[in-house]
């Protein structure tokens, strides 16, 4: 027996189809041949074929010990074949599977947008293991292992190039689907896509270790992290199902009345309003997670909608955190500026200090002579010199002239203060002991600085902070240029935990920094917001929002994404509770009866979950054209502003 | 000594979050599970079990037996 039920309730679909058409073949025998014996025949089999997988839930909830909706509706059901009401026990079996069948589908849509990222987890994996290449499922890989990735392959494992030259799609991880160029040191994603080369990648971290893995975590930790609405509705839902079973028999010992009482059962689950927040949640979430946007959970969301003030910590927020070479001023009229970069090129190439980086970038990019440097010599905290070409050449600080005893004239001087009065950290080249020209170098406003804060404003943020550690000048400028203006300079982190403080006095604040440093004044804020694939983990352990992407606009879209979510959340709790409201209001007058009842809590439960799956398409228009116009290299890469 | 496995299954058929508490339960019968939780918003089924009283596929077939197609993931 249980194995027939079991066949017809494996093909839901099949299920519903077959029940629908002998419901059709009753109604037209009841219309064709009134009184005929097939027409009660037809529904009762219509009944048992949409009833039989409800039945059967329901039976193993009873051996559980336990009282569902699957019961309520095979009482209901069975009651109403008894009662003689065929027509009403086929057409609410049938609903109930139907809207069941519908549901599941719909539902499905609304995680759809996790699925996608766990589908983006790697399988398998080709290692070097002594010296021949073994497939293996991709967590079985130990790091320190070397991973061969070919064209086209997704990555298996989190890991950093050792050889060969490839362009990855990391759209999985940060949202972003520009390809990113990686060459040997680079680091790698598991679950990003490479075109292009061959790569050879030592894995650093495997399986669920992966920053996929870690992520796809976060995104179902905060889609399981309950919103305070949420609890109140679960534990409401906890008691409405055998409150109405208990009205329903009270009913049925005060009025006789088996047909209400029957009609009571089949309203007794209280489907939309219990779902009504979670998808609303998981959607929203889902969706923002596709954009490299983590939002750590409903409550979050809740406060991230309503967020009217944004404190940045510049550095690695506004600014791209690296810093560039900004001036390359000659102070002697026979040396070009040209000249002055790739003499001290040549020397910093030697060099790992972090400013040596910088310079010999720029020399590559402006198309210097690559010049050899010999003898190298490193001057802690001030600086370096080497022979280029049989010429002495020193690149450093003032003190570090002083020290070889190379002059600085006033002229010089001059030059320095104006560089370091614009926030710039100014390097002194020398040749043969007299200063040639000066190498100033300043951290890079993001590409999308001024549209992201613009965005904010349209998105009404009203008060828009810079809180810095850096100097007045050096923040100002970048509040100028990206349309920020109120400024806090010169702070230390716990200067900038009590601004932050300062600033909730008058209105809910969201903090953005990247930065260890950060931490405190991100944990205090409303909501704080880790930035950046650079964040750093403290800063991203912290936060209540992660944004991978590195784009200031995410700011914007993080807020949209959340008024969105709530907005369609608050749509479905009204939805709900007025189901239930008219429901009950209906059966008691007697204007609504079981097929009815199960019709419109079925199309409720459904609306609920259509609306949420409509968080799903937001701002789908938007990145499309984005990635179209990258596409077709209309845009040209804005060249980087240095500020 | 028998060492306490965790194993994550994933299921998408979840559609009312009644079949929580039931899946849950289930589970928890089962010989050598030491815990089960089941989260409704994103289908995911975790168990934490003595892999050599009841394996992987053990749990799956629970899960199927009250209603629900689950597969078992790396994570």
């Known amino acids: ?643 | 000594m028998s060492t306490i496995t965790k194993t994550v299954l994933r299921s998408d058929e979840f559609s009312c979050p009644s079949c929580v508490s039931k899946i849950e339960a289930k589970l928890a019968d089962l010989p050598g599970v030491v815990s089960a939780q089941v989260h409704f918003t994103t289908g995911r089924i975790e168990v934490e079990h003595v892999a050599d009283e009841t394996t992987v596929d053990d749990l799956v077939s629970a899960v199927d037996q009250v209603g629900y197609l689950a597969v078992p993931q790396a994570f």
């Open chain 1, 1 to 643: 027996m249980s194995k027939l039920f079991r066949s017809l309730s494996r093909n839901r679909w099949r299920t519903v189809a077959v029940s629908a058409q002998l419901i059709v073949l009753g109604g037209i025998s009841g219309w064709m041949w009134p009184g005929n014996r097939s027409y009660p025949l037809f529904l009762v089999a219509a009944s048992v074929v949409a009833g039989a997988d409800i039945a059967r839930r329901a039976l193993a909830d009873l051996r559980m010990r336990r009282i569902g909706i699957e019961a309520l509706v095979s009482v209901a059901a069975t009651g109403a074949i008894l009662l003689g009401e065929v027509w009403e026990a086929a057409a609410v079996t049938f609903l109930f599977q139907a809207g069941a069948t519908l549901e599941q589908v719909t539902l499905r849509r609304t995680r759809r947008a996790l699925t996608h990222l766990v589908d983006m987890a790697p399988t398998t994996a080709i290692v070097v293991r002594e010296g021949s290449h073994v497939e293996v499922p991709a967590a079985q890989v130990t790091s320190g292992e070397t991973v061969l990735v070919k064209p086209g392959a997704r990555i298996p494992v989190d890991g950093q190039v050792v050889e060969g030259r490839a362009w990855t799609d990391e759209s999985s991880i940060t949202g972003e689907s520009t390809p990113v160029a990686k060459e040997p040191a680079d680091v790698v994603y598991a679950g990003t896509v490479t075109t292009g080369g061959l790569l050879r990648v030592e894995a650093t971290a495997t399986g669920s270790d992966t920053t996929l893995a870690r992520i796809i975590a976060r995104v179902e930790e905060a889609q399981e992290a309950k919103a305070p609405a949420q609890r109140f509705i679960e534990k409401f839902g906890r008691w409405y199902t055998p409150a109405v079973a208990g009205a329903a028999l009270i009913a049925f010992a005060v009025s006789r009345d088996a047909h209400l009482a029957l009609t009571l059962l089949v309203i007794g689950c209280p489907g939309a309003l219990v779902i009504s927040i979670p998808v609303s949640i998981v959607a929203g979430i889902g969706r923002a997670a596709q954009a490299g946007i983590l939002i750590k959970g409903g409550e979050h969301l809740e406060t991230t909608a309503r967020i009217d003030t944004v404190a940045f910590d510049k550095t690695g927020t506004l600014t791209t955190g690296e810093f560039q070479v900004a001036d390359v001023v000659p102070v002697i009229d026979q040396v070009s500026a040209d000249r002055v970069l790739a003499l001290a090129a040549a020397v910093e190439t030697l060099s790992e200090h972090p400013l040596a980086g910088p310079v010999v970038d720029a020399a590559q990019s402006r198309g210097s002579a690559q010049l050899e440097a010999e003898g190298f010599a490193q001057h802690a905290g001030r600086g370096v010199s080497a022979q280029v070409a049989g010429t002495s050449v020193a690149v450093g600080s003032e003190r570090l002239m002083s020290e070889l005893g190379v002059e600085v004239s006033p002229d010089v001087a001059r030059i320095l203060d104006r560089l370091t009065g614009e926030g710039k950290t100014a390097l002194l080249v020398a040749a043969e002991n007299r200063v040639i020209g000066v190498v100033a170098m300043a951290d890079t406003l993001r590409d999308d600085a001024a549209t992201g804060v613009s965005r904010l404003h349209r998105a009404g943020v009203t008060r828009l902070w810079i809180l810095t550690g850096d100097s007045e000048r050096v923040a100002s400028r970048v509040a100028t240029a990206s349309g920020i203006s109120e400024v806090k300079a010169g702070l230390l982190p716990e200067d900038k935990l009590a601004a932050v403080q300062e600033l909730q006095a008058t209105g809910l604040v969201a903090m953005v920094g990247d930065g260890v440093n950060d931490a405190p004044a991100l944990a205090a804020a409303d909501v704080g917001v880790a930035f950046g694939p650079g964040a750093t983990a403290v800063a991203a352990e912290t936060a209540d929002v992660a944004i991978l992407s590195g784009r200031v606009e995410a700011i914007a879209d993080a807020i949209e994404y959340a008024r969105a979510t709530t907005r369609n959340l608050r749509q479905n709790v009204v939805v709900s509770i007025a189901t239930v409201g008219l429901l009950l209001t209906g059966v008691l007058a007697g204007e609504v009866h079981m097929a009815g009842g199960m019709l419109i809590h079925q199309l409720s439960v459904l609306v609920v979950i259509v609306n949420a799956a409509r968080l799903l398409r937001l701002g789908r228009r938007k990145t499309k054209s984005r990635t179209e116009t990258i596409m077709e290299g209309s845009v040209p890469r804005p060249r980087d502003l240095v500020v």
